[in-house]
T-cell receptor, first 117, second 112 residues
Framework: GAVVSQHPSRVICKSGTSVKIECRSL??????MFWYRQFPKKSLMLMAT?????????EQGVEKDKFLINHASLTLSTLTVTSAHPEDSSFYIC?????????????FGAGSRLTVL | GENVEQHPSTLSVQEGDSAVIKCTYS??????FPWYKQELGKGPQLIID?????GEKKDQRIAVTLNKTAKHFSLHITETQPEDSAVYFC???????????FGKGTRLHILP
C-alpha cells in the first residue's frame, strides 16, 4: 500500500542550529503534503500545506521563516527548522493524500522526534 | 475558526466491553470524518472514516456514526481487546483541498 516515509525518526541538535526533516511518498506521487506538530500527550496541529512546485501555505501563527518547507518533487517534501531552540522540540509528522482513495484521505508518516538542547 | 472537540480525554473500559468516543465539529462545510489510532512514538493510523452522505459505517468491531444536523460523530469499539489501548483522534475536513484538523485525542485504556 501507499507509504509515507520520514527521516530521521529522531534527531538531537544544539540550540541555534538548523535541522532538516524529509517526508517521502514511497510508491506514489503527492502534489500536496501536510506537516503537523505534536507536543507530548497533545493533538496534532497542522503547521502547513506543502505544494509541489510552489510555495507552502502556512497556518495562522506558524512562522514561515522558522519552518521552511520545500516540495521540490512529487515524492519529497522537506521541513527545515531554522535556528532551532528548545521550544521547537516536538514530534513532527507529515502526511500525504492517498491516491485513488477519495478526497481528504491521508496517510501519515511515522513522525520525527526533534530534541533541541 | 474551524474546531473539533473530542470527549472524553481519557477512557478506561474492561476488556470485552464497548468504548464510545464522541466528537463535534464547527464547520458546516465539513464532509469527511476520519478516525485515527496512534500508538506511542508512532504516526497516526487511519482506522475508519465516514463521509457526510452516510450516517453510519461499520468495519468488524469498529463503527462510526454521523449526525450532520447536530454536527456530532462518534466512534464505537465493541468487544475491546488489550491491543485497542492507544490514543484515538477524530478529525474533520476543512476548507478546500485535503486539509483535515484533529480533535485533542482520547487515551483509551483496556483493563484486564
Amino acid at each position: 500500500g501507499a507509504v509515507v516515509s520520514q527521516h530521521p525518526s529522531r534527531v538531537i541538535c544544539k540550540s541555534g542550529t538548523s535541522v532538516k526533516i524529509e517526508c517521502r511518498s514511497l510508491d506514489f506521487q503527492a502534489t500536496t503534503m501536510f506537516w503537523y506538530r505534536q507536543f507530548p500527550k497533545k493533538s496534532l496541529m497542522l503547521m502547513a500545506t506543502s505544494n509541489e512546485g510552489s510555495k507552502a501555505t502556512y497556518e495562522q501563527g506558524v512562522e514561515k521563516d522558522k519552518f521552511l518547507i520545500n516540495h521540490a518533487s512529487l515524492t519529497l517534501s522537506t521541513l527545515t527548522v531554522t535556528s532551532a531552540h528548545p521550544e521547537d522540540s516536538s514530534f513532527y509528522i507529515c502526511s500525504a493524500p492517498l491516491p485513488r482513495a477519495g478526497a481528504n484521505v491521508l496517510t501519515f508518516g511515522a513522525g520525527s522526534r526533534l530534541t533541541v538542547l | 475558526g474551524e474546531n473539533v472537540e473530542q470527549h472524553p480525554s481519557t477512557l478506561s473500559v474492561q476488556e470485552g466491553d464497548s468504548a464510545v468516543i464522541k466528537c463535534t465539529y464547527s464547520d458546516s462545510a465539513s464532509n469527511y470524518f476520519p478516525w485515527y489510532k496512534q500508538e506511542l512514538g508512532k504516526g497516526p493510523q487511519l482506522i475508519i472514516d465516514i463521509r457526510s452522505n452516510v450516517g453510519e459505517k461499520k468495519d468488524q468491531r469498529i463503527a462510526v456514526t454521523l449526525n450532520k444536523t447536530a454536527k456530532h460523530f462518534s466512534l464505537h469499539i465493541t468487544e475491546t481487546q488489550p491491543e485497542d489501548s492507544a490514543v484515538y483522534f477524530c478529525a474533520a475536513s476543512v476548507g478546500r483541498g485535503d486539509k483535515i484538523i484533529f480533535g485533542k485525542g482520547t487515551r483509551l485504556h483496556i483493563l484486564p
